[in-house]
């Protein structure tokens, strides 16, 4: 299947001599959810930046549905229209004094109609729950809710792909939930997903593809269902493997799951265990496997 987006070996040296990206090639398959993996330094955010033109190779290519882009004006606004960028810090990317006059700030610049511009607006902030403070300044805000501004002024833009940097960290458990359920809705509307991650926890049951990041390369893309079943794979990603992964194993270990691919997710995980409580003890035994 052909890619959304890709980078074809890309290189990257920033102007100080520190090396960005080496040799870094990468495929994002359109209308799934992509995380990012890697430690501090790995290349996540210069990767980031080469998808929407912010950054520019030095060698290797980057290609939006099989085309090389363009670094023109005329090639760099088209690749933004369909590239929305969320950046790890907001107070980077707000600029307006009011939610609703940032929001709008992309579609203006498309050149839209005004009824087109408000419609699209009132969408955006209702998509991230913040109609309410439509009218309000920008730094009365908290830092959950200017990252939610930041998404919806790229959701205003109505990208085919949405990129976030670290969009989890600095939010609380409930926040969390509520940024996941907002990328759900953009990927059951065919919207394609990337963010860059440390939480393999949350890589493992929210993403259907990971690409795992080393020393400015991707060292490893596979889909979450295939890591699943081999542990191993995570420590490129993390000194640790998932937890619901390392439960997994265990139980399997001492004979009280049957062998086979592990659940993404500790609640699930939890769900098995019970089943089993429920089974007749026969089908419980670890020889039953087939
Ligand atoms: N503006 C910059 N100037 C110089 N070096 C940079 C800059 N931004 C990042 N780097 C370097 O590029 C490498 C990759 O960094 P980065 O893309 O920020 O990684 P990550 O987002 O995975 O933490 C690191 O060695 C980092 O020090
Ligand atoms: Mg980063």
């Given at each position: 299947?052909?890619?959304?987006?890709?980078?074809v070996?890309?290189?990257?040296?920033?102007p100080d001599?520190?090396?960005?990206?080496?040799?870094?090639s990468?495929r994002?398959?359109g209308?799934?959810?992509?995380?990012?993996?890697?430690?501090?330094?790995a290349?996540?955010?210069?990767?980031?930046?080469?998808l929407?033109?912010?950054?520019?190779?030095?060698?290797?290519e980057?290609?939006w549905?099989?085309q090389?882009?363009?670094?023109?004006?005329?090639?760099?606004r088209?690749?933004?229209?369909?590239v929305?960028?969320?950046f790890?810090?907001?107070?980077?990317q707000?600029?307006?004094?009011?939610v609703?006059?940032d929001?709008?700030?992309?579609?203006?610049?498309?050149g839209?109609?005004?009824?087109?511009?408000?419609?699209?607006?009132?969408?955006?902030?209702?998509?991230?729950?913040?109609?309410?403070?439509?009218?309000?300044?920008?730094?009365?805000?908290?830092?959950?809710?200017?990252?939610?501004?930041?998404?919806?002024?790229?959701?205003a833009?109505?990208?085919?792909?949405?990129?976030?940097?670290?969009?989890?960290?600095?939010?609380?458990?409930?926040?969390?939930?509520?940024?996941?359920?907002?990328?759900?809705?953009?990927?059951?509307?065919g919207?394609?997903?990337?963010?860059s991650?440390?939480?393999?926890?949350f890589?493992?049951?929210?993403?259907d593809?990971v690409?795992?990041?080393a020393?400015?390369?991707?060292?490893?893309?596979?889909?979450?269902?295939?890591?699943?079943?081999?542990?191993a794979?995570?420590?490129?990603?993390?000194?640790?493997?998932?937890?619901?992964?390392?439960?997994?194993?265990?139980?399997?270990?001492?004979?009280?799951?049957?062998?086979?691919?592990?659940?993404?997710?500790?609640?699930?995980?939890?769900?098995?265990?019970r089943?089993l409580?429920?089974?007749?003890?026969?089908e419980?035994?670890?020889h039953?496997?087939?």
């Open positions: 299947m052909s890619a959304l987006i890709e980078l070996s890309v290189r990257h040296r920033y001599g520190r090396t960005g990206l080496d040799d870094c990468l994002l398959r209308g799934l959810r992509h995380a990012l993996l890697g430690v501090n330094g290349g996540k955010t210069t990767l980031m930046q080469h929407n033109g912010l950054l520019r190779p030095d060698a290797g980057v290609r549905q099989g090389p882009v363009r670094y023109d004006r005329a090639g760099l088209a690749l933004r229209e369909q929305g960028m969320v790890q810090n907001p107070d980077r707000l600029f307006s004094a009011h609703e006059e929001v709008s700030f992309g579609p203006l610049n498309l839209l109609p005004d009824t087109e511009v408000r419609a699209r607006v009132a969408e955006a902030l209702s998509a991230v729950g913040l109609s309410a403070l439509a009218r309000s300044p920008v730094h009365h805000l908290s830092f959950g809710q200017k990252k939610r501004v930041c998404l919806a002024g790229v959701l833009m109505q990208p085919q792909l949405l990129v976030l940097d670290e969009p989890m960290a600095g939010l609380d458990a409930p926040m969390q939930r509520d940024l996941q359920r907002m990328l759900d809705e953009q990927v059951a509307r919207v394609t997903v990337l963010l991650t440390h939480d393999v926890d890589a493992a049951a929210w993403a593809e690409h795992v990041m020393a400015g390369r991707c060292v490893r893309s596979d889909s979450v269902d295939r890591l699943m079943h081999e542990p794979a995570w420590a490129a990603a993390s000194p640790s493997m998932p937890e619901v992964l390392a439960l997994h194993r265990e139980l399997t270990r001492l004979g009280v799951l049957p062998a086979g691919s592990s659940p993404r997710a500790v609640p699930q995980l939890l769900n098995q265990l089943a409580q429920r089974a007749p003890h026969h419980r035994a670890s039953d496997i087939p």
